[in-house]
């Protein structure tokens, strides 16, 4: 059930705070303004219960867990399915592949969260949600969205490394470049006025292509 006087349908955009909502979930209620105080979420939405592609996913999930904890993130999974659906689901796949799903996957069956998030996408389907990935920092606010196609799983590896790179950005004050990982340099802003240029110009303080991309190391 969604708790916030939000309108259903609009998509909600990178800057802006994640809609709050209460739901009914494998590991019981869950308010995300709750759930969210103090660490990073990750709640990304699959089609359907025990099909091939989101079995793999959400078992990638679930084999990542530790390491998304250990950078403070903790998991939402979603689907437009019954809670008995999922905890069938999650039995199932603890039984045949010894993968434990024990992060909260959302009973979506009045679709209230998937409309809210922006997650069903009527060329794709209007009762299964696409494979969206939405990331939230500890005060709320939506950071990266990812979209994939129903029939295309997500790519574990870049979800790991964006999530590294906003908490990087966050801690080093700085941005990053194309394909950046831990131990690239980052990029240093650029100038903003002509004093700024010349002493950018006149600096051997960072690796420079020119004055307006300059490089340095991050501690």
Not at 175 to 198: H, S
Request: aromatic share 10%; net charge negative; with cysteine.
């Amino acid at each position: 059930m969604v708790t916030e006087n939000q309108t259903v349908g609009n998509m909600p955009r990178i800057g802006e705070k994640a809609p709050d909502f209460t739901a009914i979930t494998t590991t019981g209620p869950l308010k995300l303004s709750e759930y969210n105080k103090g660490s990073w979420v990750l709640m990304f939405s699959h089609p359907a219960d025990f099909t091939p592609v989101c079995t793999t996913e959400m078992s990638a999930f679930a084999e990542q867990k530790d390491w998304f904890a250990e950078r403070s993130t903790k998991l939402i999974g979603l689907s437009i399915d019954s809670i008995h659906s999922h905890l069938a689901w999650v039995n199932n796949v603890r039984e045949k592949t010894d993968v434990f799903m024990d992060f909260p996957i959302i009973a979506d069956l009045d679709m209230k969260v998937a409309q809210l998030y922006g997650m069903l996408h009527p060329g794709e389907s209007t009762t299964a949600a696409v494979r969206a990935v939405f990331f939230i920092d500890p005060k709320g606010t939506i950071r990266l969205i990812m979209y994939y196609p129903l029939n295309v799983g997500r790519n574990m590896d870049e979800i790991k490394r964006a999530l590294v790179a906003l908490q990087t950005a966050d801690d080093c004050k700085c941005a990053l470049p194309i394909d950046w990982r831990p131990g690239d340099q980052a990029i240093v802003p650029p100038p903003k006025t002509l004093v700024e240029m010349d002493e950018r110009i006149a600096s051997t303080e960072y690796e420079k292509v020119d004055f307006y991309l300059a490089k340095r190391n991050l501690n």
